[in-house]
């Protein structure tokens, strides 16, 4: 059974190996129509096969609606995704895919800040041609474990941007390293920091930015993976249903998307990692145990709703607005 939100089907018309472990995907309409329209930090979910969708954020520039363009990291721990789109998927294949969606827009800023880790160039990528093109201030830094793995490099330095793009490599010892706190020393005002990459350098440049003063409303993050949990304090707790006033246990073992999914009450779902906010439920009663990335703190305080793929329980019970 297909998601919902996989209304599109789109031709992978290339693929290229961009840089050691990422490739990238060309995806079109196979009749040659316009594809919808994106803006810059959009992604897209793609079914890389019966029961895996992942989410992949859109590299290409956003005034292109001839194409979608996608970079994917090979993952070495993957959960079926990653290794399947570099194994199976090849040019002239058909993918469903869902509309563009967008959690990580640019926000008009008299500066803007762009930090890449790894991977996370990809949504970083399309913001820097969209503020470019539109003549804004704007700083790209990309960190990169080494060259071979750095992708977009040369897209980069031949783009109109090029003189704004700083590279640092971790193999490289004589070149200097990304300096967090010099960077963010001093908060401003009328500035926008994003920052997209692997947890550990997405949680540096945003603690950095917390310690150095920065409100939390501009800094802006977009996480690939959810975070990293245990599940050995786990306990059971009841989930109830406020419609029908049905309830259900959900033990240590199973998410609350499980459970409610074997006793037939469907919630759409993409990550099922906390990440991309398909899955929000409203929370009527009870405190949610947060174990997303999608939520801000504020969000979790007001505990109204929760992600039930991935988060749990507080208290004995959570009612459901289902």
């Known amino acids: 059974m297909s998601h919902p939100s996989l209304s599109l089907i789109v031709e992978v018309k290339a693929r290229h190996e ?17 594809l919808p329209p994106f803006s810059a930090g959009a992604h897209i979910d793609v079914q890389v096969k019966e ?31 990653s290794g399947a789109m570099h194994d199976e998927v090849q040019e002239g294949d058909l993918l469903l895919i869902s509309a563009p969606k967008n959690h ?10 762009l930090l890449a880790g790894g991977i996370g160039i990809t949504p970083l990528l399309c913001m820097a041609e969209r503020l470019a093109r539109t003549e804004a201030d ?5 960190c990169a474990r080494s060259a071979e793995r750095m992708a977009f490099r040369d897209r980069i330095k031949t783009s109109s941007f090029a003189n704004r793009a700083h590279f640092y490599l971790d193999d490289d010892t004589a070149a200097p ?6 960077l963010l020393n001093e908060p401003e005002a009328d500035a926008q920091v994003y920052v997209c990459g692997p947890s550990g350098f997405i949680n540096a440049v945003i603690s950095t930015g917390k310690q150095c003063g920065w409100p939390a409303d501009q800094l802006h993050t977009e996480y690939f993976a959810g975070a990293e949990t245990t599940s050995e304090d786990d306990g059971s707790f009841e989930v109830r249903i406020a419609s029908s006033g ?4 959900v033990p240590a073992d199973k998410t609350v998307y499980q459970v409610l999914a074997e006793n037939g009450i469907d919630i759409m779902v993409s990550c099922e990692q906390g990440v991309c906010g398909t899955c ?41 607005d289902l």
Do not use: M, W
Not at 18 to 34: C, K, N, S, V, Y
Not at 177 to 182: S, V, Y
């Open 280 to 320: 929000l439920t409203r929370v009527l009663e009870g405190e949610p145990d947060h174990r997303d990335l999608y939520l801000d703190d504020d969000e979790h305080a007001a505990n109204d709703q929760f992600t039930p793929c991935c988060s749990r329980a507080k208290s004995k019970t959570l009612v459901l």
């Open 246 to 249: 049905a309830a259900f246990t």
């Open 51 to 81: 029961g895996v969708i992942r989410q992949y954020s859109l590299c290409n520039h956003s005034e292109e609606r001839d194409r979608y363009l996608i970079g994917v990291l090979r993952d070495e721990a993957s959960r079926g995704g």
């Open 138 to 142: 704007f700083e790209l830094h990309y």
């Open 18 to 34: 961009e840089a050691l472990g990422i490739a990238t995907f060309e995806l079109a309409d196979p009749h040659g129509r316009p």
């Open 177 to 182: 390293a990304l300096d967090l706190e010099k």
């Open 104 to 113: 990580f827009p640019l926000k008009p800023a008299k500066r803007t800040y």
